[in-house]
């Protein structure tokens, strides 16, 4: 990240997860979610997809190769952008956000991004971030519905 701003490299990062989650789902998304976590040391994305107006998790999508091996190239990648925002934040004095949720629309190419600061689950006896996928899923698949 070769850049003069926090910002600039946010960015980048964002675009880089999203380009990595298109080139996986092959062309098939309408639309591309994208859940990141930093919360406890743990860094974690998890994509997700709007499939045939339906929502789709990476392991679900037909017609792409969803093994094993390439599924974890991906979370990997992700994995790694998510280190090179924790780089950013340092290098810039910045808080690293403890969660990401981002919503690009591939039909126009429009980015939404939320910023959460706070603890979303470690604070919680049950909660998890898995959980909080689960009910981002559902809260998108209830939309679609309507």
Request: proline share 3%.
């Amino acid at each position: 990240m070769n850049s003069g701003s926090f910002e600039h490299d946010l960015a980048d990062v964002q675009s880089e997860m999203i380009a990595a989650a298109l080139e996986y789902v092959d062309g098939r998304a309408s639309d591309v979610y994208v859940y990141c976590t930093t919360e406890g040391g743990v860094f974690q994305y998890d994509p997700f997809f709007v499939v045939d107006g339906k929502v789709a998790e990476r392991h679900k999508i037909a017609g792409i190769d969803t093994s094993i091996p390439r599924q974890r190239a991906l979370v990997k990648y992700g994995n790694q952008q998510l280190l090179r925002l924790k780089d950013a934040a340092k290098k810039y004095d910045r808080p690293l956000p403890t969660q990401i949720k981002l919503h690009y629309v591939v039909a126009d190419g429009s980015l939404d991004a939320s910023y959460e600061y706070e603890m979303q689950y470690t604070n919680h006896s049950s909660l998890t971030a898995a959980d909080i996928v689960q009910e981002w899923q559902s809260e998108i698949s209830d939309s679609l519905v309507d």
